[in-house]
């Protein structure tokens, strides 16, 4: 147990609708990175967030929106979904030594 | 641009033998960090071990061992005495150059490991 939890663990939608994956760090942490697993692309890096504030952005679509609250909790908003957003989606914190440490994940089916 | 290799989609060991999953980067930033992650069936991305650019020993955590070779831009993971619960797709990656902060990764294709009894 990596100390990250995320929820759901399965999501199943249709497309065009929209979701929202939660993820809270481990204890201590302060910073929350948001991947994508998915078959075609691999594993990609989307947005991460330290203390509240956006801190760096890799391949996140328009479509898609973060946030993290004062209780270090984050949020993945996914809209307009479509088809080829069906994938693992990853959050991880990271220690003071600068190790990522994974949630188990959210798998999200579009439909 | 900064990129992880793993040129084995697929292995097999028997039990109890040791096994090598290879791993080369390319990086131009003389400051990084690489690491090793298993992804069992389930999906979890379990944490094995890390080696950063300017550590001068191999890093070693239990069975799991990295075989580091700077000048090659290699980081081989050496798995020894391989267990059935060992049977799991393996990533390396590597710190994106710039982020200091270090929970940037760029991953490679993965490697899938088979154990068998």
């Known amino acids: 147990d990596s100390g990250v939890t995320q929820t759901p663990k399965h999501l199943i939608t249709a497309t065009g609708q929209r979701v929202t994956l939660r993820c809270s760090p481990r204890?201590?942490?302060?910073?929350v990175y948001w991947y994508q697993q998915s078959l075609d692309q691999g594993l990609q890096f989307l947005i991460q967030y330290y203390n509240g504030e956006e801190r760096a952005k890799g391949n996140i679509l328009e479509r898609f929106s973060a946030q993290q609250f004062p209780d270090l909790h984050s949020e993945l908003n996914l809209s307009s979904l479509e088809l080829g957003d069906s994938a693992l989606y990853f959050c991880?914190?990271?220690?003071?030594?600068?190790?990522?440490?994974f949630g188990p994940g959210t798998r999200l089916l579009v439909l | 641009a900064q990129k992880i290799t793993q040129t084995q989609p697929g292995m097999f060991v028997q039990e109890k033998e040791a096994v090598t999953l290879d791993c080369t980067y390319d990086?131009?930033?003389?400051?990084?960090?690489l690491f090793w992650y298993k992804q069992p069936s389930s999906g979890e991305m379990i944490f094995l071990i890390y080696q950063g650019s300017y550590d001068q020993q191999n890093a070693t955590e239990g069975r799991y061992s990295l075989n580091f070779q700077k000048a090659r831009k290699s980081a081989n993971l050496v798995i020894s005495a391989s267990q059935l619960g060992d049977s799991a797709m393996y990533f390396c990656?590597?710190?994106?150059?710039?982020?200091?902060?270090?929970?940037?990764?760029?991953f490679g294709q993965g490697t899938e490991l088979s154990v068998k009894p």
């Open positions: 990656a590597m710190r994106e150059a710039g982020d200091n902060q270090g929970g940037k990764l760029i």
């Open positions: 991880a914190s990271r220690d003071s030594r600068g190790l990522l440490y």
């Open positions: 990086t131009s930033d003389p400051s990084y960090g």
């Open positions: 204890s201590g942490d302060l910073s």
